[in-house]
């Protein structure tokens, strides 16, 4: 880190967003510019925004890739909902995020792209750098391309193009002097990608250089700013993204429960990342299979549990709709399999790189027949972990399959979280059946697969080759008790109300908290999954300007927590923003018989509070 001689000033918090051509590398600029924000102590959260397209056409709207970072000396609870700073690399970048740029807001622009070629590409007959559009912003015309390539100009064994590939690197030492973070991360993350092309790593290392260079010698830049650390509990913590913290999340419990976690998956967008880092811990007992269908990679997790593992696939809505077959089978088995949903906009291919919490019902309701499914979703990304955790105790505890409700903004997000010690975490130790639990006909003994626990109404689970333990698995009916084929109407009901009890009954489910502080709240704000932080965040605006308005938000929505009926009948109105059409809000209107409102709105990104906050004003005047 290099020492500033020019003025600072104190923040108490800041959103950046860094936006440029899918090929600039701004995931990999803002990602590092996290992971030093975390290391000075700050809390913060994280948005990324990038295209579908592997390579869409350079310099064009479809292309624009962004990374949004908001920090803090305080709790946060969103990464924000406009920038304060904006990095943007060409016309397109600017263009694509200028109408979130409140006005007064600082805009960096890399004037070396705003060539007229690229100009027209967006639709521009002239730079906005120069006829007056930007003239409510503070702009900052810096040539970061020419500036760069300058810099490197003694490393004859690199081409012009590679020397500006390091142009976010110059960008990322800019930033990390104006706003005070440390370099040392990236110098050492890069000494590690590069090692091997040590002209390549020392290029990227004088660009970062130069950056913060010229932050504190250009006259352009009066002063640098210092945002302190926030205050947190004690404890070891990293930067993690939701997909990171759910894989460590399974991998803590298999652990706790003793048994080897088996991950049966094809890759798929936005979750393709649990299994990358999966196939990092395989000295944590983890296999990791990535199979040529989504089909095959569920069948490779059931097998697993059939076999005294723990049995995970991971996928998003489409490939749910693939699994859904083998997921009525896991529950007609009654074996635990733990499935991973990170949401995408749909329906079909939709909007893969975005968000949206549309696959309640698919994971409520999208099997033939009566099977029922319990439904974990975690709030944060650092939650990802304690619901990962969640859904291992209760497929392993009830021998079912169980869902696990992420979404993209939640797997790409990250956040500051607390390291656990695993002798902290409880106990999922699981008793297999080692010997016969019953008598045959003759008296003699034998094994009922379906003899079921009188607590949780879980079967036996018996690893294959236990001598004595013989059974029969398949799709078809099983008998209660000796699990035989049976196709009797009476034994058809009895064990579909029996799959349905258990799944009703499953122990453990917290009550919903209510957070009322004055206690005379007459609205309830309700919501599920990553909506937390948005909702939080527009309550306490809310609150903050002197209205009562009570809040909770659901992390079990099957079954729903005991007391969910008593609360939300405790209100005169209840409103669910959800990013869908109104999925939990159906699911409580039928089960409560209450007249829950939906707020809904599926643009493939996270609410905004401002407007959270708008609609629940709304709410409390038409109360009035």
Partial sequence: MFMSSKTVQKLDRVVIRFAGDSGDGMQLTGDRFTSETAAMGNDLSTLPNFPAEIRAPQGTLPGVSSFQLHFADHDVLTP???????????????????????????????????SKRNLAKVGYAESPVDDGT????????????????????????????????????????????????PTTGTEAFLTKKFGAHPEILEANLTALKAGWNYGETTEDFASSYEIAPAVMPPGTYR????????????????????????????????????????????????????????????????GASFGGAIGVTTTSGPGVALKSETIGLAVSLELPLVIVDVQRGGPS??????????????????????????????????????AAFEAVRIATAYRTPVFLLSDGYLANGSEPWAVPEVGDLPDLQVEFAKAPNGVDDKGDPV?????????????????????????RIGGIEKADVTGNISYDPDNHDKMTRLRAAKVAGIAGIPDVVVEDPSGEASLLVLGWGSTQGPI???????????????SAHLRHLNPFPANLGEVLRSYDRVVVPEMNLGQLSMLLRAEFLVDVRPHTSVRGLPFSTVDLADVILTHLEELK
């Fill in 239 to 302: 930067n993690i993204t939701g997909n990171t913290a759910l894989a460590h999340g399974l991998v803590a419990a298999a652990h706790r429960a003793k048994l080897p976690l088996v991950l049966g998956s094809y890759p798929i967008t936005p979750a393709s990342d649990i299994l990358h880092a999966l196939s990092a811990l395989k000295r944590h007992d983890v296999m990791t299979i990535q199979a040529e269908d989504e089909i095959a990679g569920i069948g490779i997790a059931l």
């Fill in 349 to 386: 291919t939709g909007l893969p790189t975005k968000t949206e919490q549309a696959d309640l019902l698919q994971a409520m309701f999208g099997r033939n027949g009566e099977s029922p499914v319990p439904i974990i979703a975690p709030s944060t990304p650092a939650d990802c972990f304690e």
């Fill in 447 to 471: 094994f009922h697969p379906f003899l079921r626990d009188e607590e949780t109404l879980a079967r036996p689970w018996a690893v294959p080759g236990t001598p004595g333990l013989e059974h």
């Fill in 134 to 181: 930007l003239e409510s912003f503070h702009v900052h015309a810096v040539p970061l391309t020419s500036i760069t390539v300058d810099a490197l100009a003694s490393f004859e064994g690199l081409t012009r193009k590679e020397k500006e590939r390091a142009k976010n690197m110059f960008a990322l030492g800019l930033l990390s002097w104006m706003y005070t973070r």
């Fill in 80 to 114: 924000g909902d406009a920038p304060d700073v904006l990095v943007a690399m060409n016309p397109a970048a600017l263009k694509a995020n200028l109408g979130d740029v409140p006005r007064g807001a600082t805009i960096i622009v890399n004037t070396d792209e705003f």
């Fill in 536 to 550: 939080a965040a527009a309550v306490r605006a809310v609150r903050n300007a002197g209205h009562a308005v009570a």
